[in-house]
Nanobody, 123 residues
């Protein structure tokens, strides 16, 4: 089992920044990739960014390229999502996920999920 706990969400104005954290614990030896997804009310969960746990390769959704940065601290078993220049359309619950396929975009490739943290961006 792998446990994921997100933190760092909140309310900001458009153009502001937030940094989300995802603390990873449990049996992480078989985890190859970490991802962030978001889900707005009434919409499907969408891919935001992913990172390879071992070598740090990253991949982003087009909508966040140049604004969001995913990173990981192996010593702290923590994954981060730095979100800059936030837009109202970024408003959603943000979920951390752990899976076996590196840099996967589809949510079905991820086996473990956190409880989510809310991000609200006002115009």
């Amino acid at each position: 089992q792998v446990q994921l706990v997100e933190s760092g969400g909140g309310s900001v104005q458009a153009g502001g920044s937030l940094r989300l954290s995802c603390a990873v614990s449990g049996r992480t030896g078989s985890t190859y990739a970490m991802g962030w997804f978001h889900q707005a009310p009434g919409k499907e969960r969408e891919f935001v960014a992913a990172i390879s746990w071992s070598i740090g390769t990253t991949y982003y959704a087009d909508s966040v390229k140049g604004r969001f940065t995913i990173s990981r601290d192996n010593a702290k078993n923590t994954v981060y999502l730095q979100m800059n220049n936030l837009k109202p359309e970024d408003t959603a619950g943000y979920y951390c996920a752990a899976g076996r396929r590196s840099l996967a975009v589809g949510s079905s490739w991820y086996d473990y999920w956190g409880q989510g943290t809310q991000v609200t961006v006002s115009s």
